[in-house]
């Protein structure tokens, strides 16, 4: 069952310019999230299926979140549109894995949420855990090796009484100039 806003933005979509006449479309009003969740989530068996097809998908608004997330957390035109899209695609018997292929020949890999593994998208995936790798190592090998080579040291000698008897002094001084008035 179609929802009469859902009829409305499918009706002015579909409307088609008569050859001779100019015809003016207004756009159609921004979705609300009440209107977003009476017109795109019906229920039905499709509906946990679209949802994950949805939530697969990068939304182009520039929000960087996924259809799902973005048609109710943004409100954008875009959202409802391709929500809207994935559900005629089910209706119309298209596996997930077509429509995301379909959703990829429009805009292109960006809008996948997550690449494919496979050519220079595995440059992302193993180069976060190649370079914890390579660090820890680094850290390990500095570690063991120890202090630099040929760094001996300042040698400790023994502290005489005149010393002991000078840092007392510059202590006392320094808690005299440093004690609270109050």
Request: hydrophobic share 45%; proline share 8%.
């Amino acid at each position: 069952m179609l929802h009469a806003p859902l009829l409305t933005h499918l009706a002015a979509a579909a409307a088609l310019a008569l050859p001779g006449q100019v015809q003016t479309q207004t756009a159609p009003p921004p979705v609300k999230a009440a209107q977003a969740d009476s017109m795109i989530f019906e229920g039905g068996p499709l509906e946990a299926e679209a949802v994950a097809i949805e939530r697969t998908i990068r939304c182009n608004c520039g929000c960087g979140l996924d259809v799902h997330s973005c048609l109710f957390a943004m409100q954008c035109g875009t959202s409802p549109k391709w929500a809207m899209r994935i559900r005629e695609e089910l209706r119309k018997g298209e596996t997930p894995d077509a429509i995301r292929a379909g959703f990829v020949a429009d805009f292109g890999q960006t809008v996948l949420m997550e690449p494919p593994a496979e050519g220079f998208n595995l440059v992302g995936y193993f180069l976060p855990g190649i370079a914890i790798l390579m660090t820890g190592l680094l850290v390990g090998m500095l570690v063991r090796r120890g202090p630099a080579l040929g760094a001996e040291g300042v040698p400790v000698t023994e502290v005489d009484e005149a010393d002991l008897e000078r840092v007392r002094q510059a202590m006392k001084r320094m808690d005299e100039d440093q004690r609270p008035d109050w």
